[in-house]
């Protein structure tokens, strides 16, 4: 088969797959609204904010109303019964003065706040690296698929042209079914290759909550650009005050600090301010006629010293030292982790560029080779054989390099997700990538 026919093959089967429409900026935006995972985490945010308020309500006064009425009956000796009634209404205000466990609430939900945040934002990064996934792995299958098509297109050539030599005598029957076996495994390719793009399409669809639209190929060439910094420690040094992830473990530890002086405040007194209002009405016994109305005052401040809880304020210290160690672990366990993380996503990343070029540069060598198989064959020096070897060649590498491009797509995307520094433009970087041209 000519270099020409077989690009001209791999052109149809792309265009085949329906008008381009939707390009990876408006697949996430359609993920922002239908994702269930994303929006799972919005309202875990909007819970998280409320901790604030709450932690504070604990030193702003606290009133409660009251009243009551009651029909009474007095039974007298004299057989003169007596039925009244008597109404209270009571207003009461507490005010704490000291509760240190209040003060270090307060502080420990401000560190709560910033955990929900960082992890809404790291939601939010886990969106844009999930779509452009989805999103390349139905463009990686839709690829596959029409290089299988090319391929049996290109077999079936083949096979056809060893059995026309077959029947003339110029080749042998090995090489008849030699190309028969190529075809075969061809065609179970190809049944395999649709099966999956229709499973990554579905991926997609359950991602933005609709059938997934044509999708916005990658251009080829693909331009490629090494990480910027070009510094695999200025990635690494970044991470540690940008990553989210640390920053919610390092806010974990400083939670746990906190703790050990909360459970130590058991043991400090506390000092509250209480005023209360009371109004009674009740019928006038003694003379029998009107009725009594008083109302009653009163402002106080009460102190509570505590003499002993049972061990219960000591055992609760043990507990958050305790605690306070294990999130000092768990903050030295994430930094090392992210530290990894920035470091891998950053050589995948510049070892994906020289992957590519490679690539590019053993397609080309391929199908020079498979040119040079196909001429030889017509002048007789080489076999139907060694032309489908050449053939085969070629659509692997053509694959491996498109799987080759994607990766490096994502890989930019994931180091800076890795860094905490992922956002919108950088996934619009991405979509420029993408077209025709």
Same mark, same amino acid.
Do not use: C
């Given at each position: 088969?000519?270099?020409?026919?077989?690009?001209?093959?791999?052109?149809?089967?792309?265009?085949?797959?329906?008008?381009?429409?939707?390009?990876?900026?408006?697949?996430?935006?359609?993920?922002?609204?239908?994702?269930?995972?994303?929006?799972?985490?919005?309202?875990?945010?909007?819970?998280?904010?409320?901790?604030?308020?709450?932690?504070?309500?604990?030193?702003?006064?606290?009133?409660?109303?009251?009243?009551?009425?009651?029909?009474?009956?007095?039974?007298?000796?004299?057989?003169?019964?007596? $039925?009244?009634?008597?109404?209270?209404?009571?207003?009461?205000?507490?005010?704490?003065?000291?509760?240190?466990?209040?003060?270090?609430?307060?502080?420990?939900?401000?560190?709560?706040?910033?955990?929900?945040?960082?992890?809404?934002?790291?939601?939010?990064?886990?969106?844009?690296?999930?779509?452009?996934?989805?999103?390349?792995?139905?463009?990686?299958?839709?690829? $596959?698929?029409?290089?299988?098509?090319?391929?049996?297109?290109?077999?079936?050539?083949?096979?056809?042209?060893?059995?026309?030599?077959?029947?003339?005598?110029?080749?042998?029957?090995?090489?008849?079914?030699?190309?028969?076996?190529?075809?075969?495994?061809?065609?179970?390719?190809?049944?395999?290759?649709?099966?999956?793009?229709?499973?990554?399409?579905?991926?997609?669809?359950?991602?933005?909550?609709?059938?997934?639209?044509?999708?916005?190929?990658?251009?080829?060439?693909?331009?490629?650009?090494?990480?910027?910094?070009?510094?695999?420690?200025?990635?690494?040094?970044?991470?540690?005050?940008?990553?989210?992830?640390?920053?919610?473990?390092?806010?974990?530890?400083?939670?746990?600090?906190?703790?050990?002086?909360?459970?130590?405040?058991?043991?400090?007194?506390?000092?509250?301010?209480?005023?209360?209002?009371?109004? $009674?009405?009740?019928? $006038?016994?003694?003379?029998?006629?009107?009725?009594?109305?008083?109302?009653?005052?009163?402002?106080?401040?009460?102190?509570?010293?505590?003499?002993?809880?049972?061990?219960?304020?000591?055992?609760?210290?043990?507990?958050?030292?305790?605690?306070?160690?294990?999130?000092?672990?768990?903050?030295?366990?994430?930094?090392?982790?992210?530290?990894?993380?920035?470091?891998?996503?950053?050589?995948?990343?510049?070892?994906?560029?020289?992957?590519?070029?490679?690539?590019?540069?053993?397609?080309?060598?391929?199908?020079?080779?498979?040119?040079?198989?196909?001429?030889?064959?017509?002048?007789?020096?080489?076999?139907?054989?060694?032309?489908?070897?050449?053939?085969?060649?070629?659509?692997?590498?053509?694959?491996?390099?498109?799987?080759?491009?994607?990766?490096?797509?994502?890989?930019?995307?994931?180091?800076?997700?890795?860094?905490?520094?992922?956002?919108?433009?950088?996934?619009?970087?991405?979509?420029?990538?993408?077209?025709?041209?």
């Amino acid at each position: 088969m000519k270099p020409t026919r077989l690009a001209l093959l791999l052109a149809a089967a792309g265009f085949a797959s329906g008008a381009w429409a939707a390009d990876l900026m408006g697949v996430y935006k359609d993920a922002l609204v239908s994702d269930p995972v994303y929006q799972s985490a919005r309202a875990q945010y909007q819970a998280g904010l409320e901790r604030l308020p709450q932690a504070k309500a604990g030193y702003l006064p606290f009133v409660t109303g009251s009243a009551s009425a009651f029909r009474n009956n007095l039974d007298r000796d004299d057989a003169s019964d007596i $039925n009244y009634n008597n109404q209270t209404y009571a207003v009461t205000l507490s005010q704490p003065l000291f509760r240190w466990q209040n003060w270090i609430a307060i502080s420990q939900a401000e560190k709560q706040v910033m955990q929900t945040e960082a992890t809404f934002s790291t939601a939010k990064q886990d969106l844009i690296v999930r779509t452009a996934q989805a999103y390349f792995d139905v463009l990686l299958a839709q690829d $596959n698929v029409a290089f299988s098509e090319a391929q049996k297109k290109a077999f079936a050539e083949q096979l056809a042209q060893a059995k026309r030599n077959f029947e003339v005598g110029t080749s042998t029957i090995v090489d008849t079914l030699e190309a028969q076996a190529r075809y075969d495994q061809t065609v179970a390719k190809e049944i395999f290759d649709k099966n999956d793009l229709e499973v990554k399409r579905q991926a997609l669809q359950q991602l933005i909550g609709k059938p997934a639209e044509a999708l916005v190929p990658l251009k080829d060439p693909l331009a490629l650009a090494p990480p910027q910094p070009a510094s695999l420690e200025s990635w690494v040094n970044a991470a540690a005050g940008s990553s989210f992830a640390v920053a919610i473990a390092r806010a974990g530890y400083d939670i746990a600090v906190q703790e050990v002086d909360r459970a130590q405040a058991g043991h400090y007194p506390t000092v509250d301010l209480s005023a209360t209002w009371q109004h $009674n009405r009740n019928p $006038n016994l003694t003379s029998g006629i009107g009725t009594l109305a008083q109302s009653v005052g009163s402002v106080g401040v009460s102190v509570s010293v505590p003499l002993f809880a049972g061990g219960g304020t000591q055992s609760r210290v043990r507990e958050a030292l305790a605690g306070r160690d294990r999130a000092q672990q768990d903050l030295e366990n994430t930094q090392r982790t992210v530290a990894q993380s920035v470091r891998t996503n950053y050589l995948g990343v510049t070892s994906g560029i020289a992957q590519v070029r490679a690539l590019e540069q053993a397609l080309a060598s391929t199908q020079s080779q498979l040119d040079s198989t196909i001429l030889g064959r017509d002048v007789g020096v080489r076999t139907s054989v060694d032309v489908l070897n050449a053939q085969q060649q070629v659509f692997q590498t053509r694959r491996d390099l498109q799987q080759a491009r994607y990766n490096y797509l994502l890989g930019t995307l994931r180091l800076k997700a890795a860094s905490g520094t992922l956002a919108e433009p950088d996934l619009e970087q991405v979509n420029r990538a993408l077209g025709r041209g």
